[in-house]
């Protein structure tokens, strides 16, 4: 096969590069830092994107779209916000070309086309939002607003990974706005909640729920709730957040609104977020050396079939068979493809799914047909068993199900393996180069400690677990006192 | 009712934008230009792509996602392309903002962060899609590719209207390479077909489907194919159009195949979109005076059910009786919204969802509840008849059935009524300025008449419609000989 790839002992980096563009998931363009995303990438973030869709909803959610451009004076009014953003965003300051004069065929910027305000490519939608919510608030009876957005956002960054880093992105943002505080913080703990859920139960990726140290900040949040992933070559990864806002960006666009008695008051906020980030923790959790390996409920491609023959007649056989399985496992909602093209041999195709990483796939030769049986093999453990045709689809039903139990069992057993507690300096240093993943230590609470540990090791916290244990202790560093562990590691 | 609509007699284009901003379904952003799609409007443009989205997978598309930016050099490849869109593109000049030194709070553009080529926001993305095809294209296995994107797109029109023209919008572009030239012309028909299917269909939105002329077709086209349709105003409106793009992308980026005697030819390509512009044509289709008027199969709510009582004794029986109702609509798949809310009159809500178009409207009072009857109300014709409620279920299904046909007849008819053939030139101003609609007109062919009659009367070739009758004629205008008519309107 010429599809090579890089294992990962020998390269972790260059093995993620080889699955997300050999798998089929994106490619490189011609815009620096963003990318592509292939049919077979974008198949994984539609079967993402309804079930966290379905979610949403289910909890009181509704779709709005707003505005791509943010007026540069919208994007300075929450002042954090826009400290945080400024760096690194795209600015579209003109309207026009024009030909060039000196150069035939060529165009450039019409000097005289130039904005009178620059405008801003969103890279994140608060400000925006909360300047119409404005518009749309003016008593109680106007709260809850329960608005998400699916959209591309623009972050210039200066280091750039497939999916994990674009400069362009595509996510969700809810964007929520309420008549107390306390609603605020319910909302913005059960949107972690949503989140967990999906990573756990559809993505088959266990994630720590837990609160983000003042410097991880999301930029105008009063707090910031995470889910942080490990992947296997024990770095986290942040997979999803979720902003307690306070009346941050109220104030900043004056959005107030009448209580039952008549008061005014600023709206409370919240706003979270997940973006196709996610398919690069999904594809550092599970796969390979192969390849993919992709959890039924969220895989694109559920079940292949491949058939095993030699001349029509044998073919014509194994199709009649193949067509009442495939009719079968449809019924179910299972999504299965017939690769009978004639242009590859079996043994090809084996690892072209394997590549991609279709949880099962099943072949079927003449002599199978003449036993009763097919051979499946599963993709997350490269186990294959004799299967009775007569009862394939509900067996095959099952397997899916075991495989998207195991799948999450695994990636649990090494996640909960590598969350290391761990005393001392020393420790400390020696677990994170050695055993890597997530270290549990104590920490003095102050910004300055927490600085000079990235400094010198590039571990940051990743977070504060919900429902942490108090515990007295000391810094590993500093040795001042401390009442609670936390969770270190380096990072995505 | 506070929400007082203008008559469509008085200022159509007032009615209008009062349809779309009290109907909820859309409202005016701080980006000049730009809209915010309300979650009403939002959930009807969820229904339609929906419905386009499974149309375009059964016939064989699938989705992917290409980058927001076209860098300049990419943009100006195809000469045409590039000249149509290149008055009206924002353009990404630096990738960062900072502290304005003379102004504490506010930020600039960073003189030092200029791009060192810019980049286009998509007006259309063919240039950036052609480009990423011809790494994906070797040989004719690689082909077809049959791909749509649902994405964002910015023209920097002067003049917008909500939904019929704005600066940003939302659409989906599909973008197909095929090995032959006919495989690709049939391509194009096909997609044609499926939007001509939808809009009568889905939208009950009758239109005709025709080919542009050269001065109509999309920069870079060989052949546009359009769908055109009538509004109330007697305009007519482009819904969608399908672009045979012949081998000129392929020629601009280099994108050759080598067939099956490995000769190497250039690739033909297709092209075809719709986007939320076609909102504007729904409402401008079948509403009136008091709301928007819904088609049934793609209204986000297609029933309410409003209870009418007094006292709490009453309003539980209701909601009991409501409970069976509404579970037995919802088994058949139908929408449906009890408003029992206690904040406003029976009378406040019937005209709430009149003017948010809801196809149907059931009123239970308790005396109806004594009967075994329901009042039902149908947006369409404002009739009301008193219904079984044994049988209820059964009779709104129908009854959304009978909605959905009954609207598109009532559009069919109207258009009908306004193509209007016309064999001379004073005929075609009288009949445009008094009667509107589409002229059949015959008409010499060449773009300097076409642009005399547009410069004349405003009124452009819309389109020549398919399988079009041959018939001789002198042109209205020339006076020379020609071999068909060709429909005439003023448009959107």
């Not at 880093?165 to 609603?183: D, I, V």
């Amino acid at each position: 096969m010429s599809k090579v790839i890089t294992s990962r002992n020998d390269d972790y980096s260059q093995w993620y590069n080889d699955l997300v563009l050999k798998g089929g998931l994106a490619d490189y363009s011609a815009v620096r830092g963003c990318m592509v995303i292939k049919p077979y990438g974008f198949g994984l973030w539609e079967k993402m994107r309804d079930v966290l869709d379905k979610m949403f909803k289910d909890t009181g959610h509704v779709n709005a779209y707003f505005p791509l451009f943010v007026p540069k004076s919208l994007f300075e009014a929450e002042e954090k916000n826009a400290e945080g953003f400024a760096k690194e965003c795209a600015v579209v300051t003109h309207y026009r070309l024009k030909n060039d004069p000196n150069n035939k065929g060529k165009l450039i910027v019409d000097p005289e086309a130039k904005l009178e305000e620059e405008l801003v490519v969103r890279p994140t939608s608060e400000a925006i939002i909360w300047n119409t919510y404005k518009g749309w608030i003016q008593s109680y009876r106007d709260l809850p607003i329960l608005v998400n957005q699916w959209a591309n956002v623009v972050r210039w960054e200066m280091r750039t990974r497939l999916f994990l880093r674009t400069a362009e992105f595509l996510w969700q943002e809810g964007h929520t706005a309420h008549a107390s505080k306390e609603e605020a913080i319910i909302e913005t703990k059960q949107m972690l909640e949503v989140y967990a859920q999906f990573a756990e139960e559809y993505m088959a990726m266990p994630v720590i729920k837990g609160v983000k140290t003042e410097s991880e900040r999301f930029a105008g949040a009063e707090d910031t709730y995470c889910i942080e992933a490990l992947m296997q070559d024990g770095k986290a990864l942040q997979a999803g957040t979720s902003h307690f806002l306070g009346q941050n960006f109220a104030k900043a666009f004056d959005v107030k609104f009448a209580d039952k008695d008549n008061k005014l008051d600023y709206v409370w906020a919240t706003s979270w977020g997940v973006s196709t980030r996610l398919i690069g923790g999904l594809v550092m959790t599970h796969s390979d050396d192969d390849g993919l390996v992709l959890p039924p409920r969220i895989a694109p491609l559920q079940v292949v079939i491949v058939p095993i023959y030699k001349g029509e007649e044998q073919k014509a056989a194994i199709d009649a068979r193949v067509a009442t399985i495939v009719t079968a496992l449809k019924a179910k909602g299972i999504s299965v493809k017939y690769d009978d093209s004639d242009n590859q041999r079996p043994g090809w195709k084996f690892a072209e799914y394997e590549m991609k990483g279709v949880p099962v796939r099943v072949a079927l030769g003449a002599r199978d047909l003449e036993n009763g049986v097919a051979e499946v093999a599963r993709r997350d453990t490269k186990e294959k068993q004799s299967m009775p045709l007569e009862t394939l689809a509900d067996s095959i039903e099952s397997l899916l199900e075991t495989i998207q139990q195991n799948l999450f069992n695994r990636a649990k057993a090494y996640r909960d393996a590598h969350i290391t507690p761990v005393d001392t300096w020393d420790d400390f240093v020696a677990t994170l180069e050695t055993k890597t993943g997530f270290i549990a230590a104590h920490w003095d609470g102050t910004a300055a400690t927490e600085a000079k540990i990235k400094e010198l090791t590039k571990a940051t916290i990743r977070c504060i677990p919900l429902d942490n244990k108090q515990e007295t202790g000391t810094c590993i560093l500093t040795g001042n006192p401390s009442i609670q562990r936390v969770l270190f590691a380096k990072a995505y």
